[in-house]
């Protein structure tokens, strides 16, 4: 019987150590200050969307390490962006007043990502590679 090995980036609060909490809580509020000292409406915005792309892209790249040899994977991933920004950038010149926390609705991009990443046939393929 193989023993099950811990993905590094795998949340799990029982393995979070206090300095790890200090460290990402810290984080947490350098970021949140600097949107509130260097603030004006445009920061928050285009930083937010700076950031949050990053994270929802960076975690996308990272949950689909197989692929990373394949350049299909990045043509899609390339794609994905593309649209992502376009659409985001489209929405944030029209809208006057907006949250911070209103970029939590980027997650529901990643079951799209997942979906499309999984397309029979589209990096699964032999002439893929």
């Given at each position: 019987m193989q023993a099950k090995t811990k993905s590094r980036w795998r949340f799990d609060p029982d393995d979070l150590s206090v300095p790890a909490a200090i460290v990402i809580a810290l984080g947490f509020f350098l970021v949140a200050g600097c949107f509130?000292?260097?603030?004006?409406?445009?920061?928050?915005?285009w930083g937010g969307l700076t950031l949050s792309t990053a994270v929802i892209f960076g975690y996308f790249v990272r949950d689909s390490r197989k692929f990373l040899p394949k350049p299909r994977?990045?043509?899609l991933t390339g794609s994905l962006l593309m649209l992502h920004l376009?659409?985001?950038?489209?929405?944030?010149?029209?809208?006057e007043r907006w949250g911070l926390l209103w970029f939590?609705?980027?997650?529901?991009?990643?079951p799209v990502f997942w979906y499309l990443r999984g397309w029979p046939g589209l990096l699964d393929s032999s002439n893929g590679k």
């Open positions: 509130i000292v260097f603030g004006g409406k445009g920061h928050l915005k994977f990045w043509t376009l659409a985001w950038i489209a929405l944030l010149i029209h809208v939590n609705i980027m997650v529901f991009e990643l």
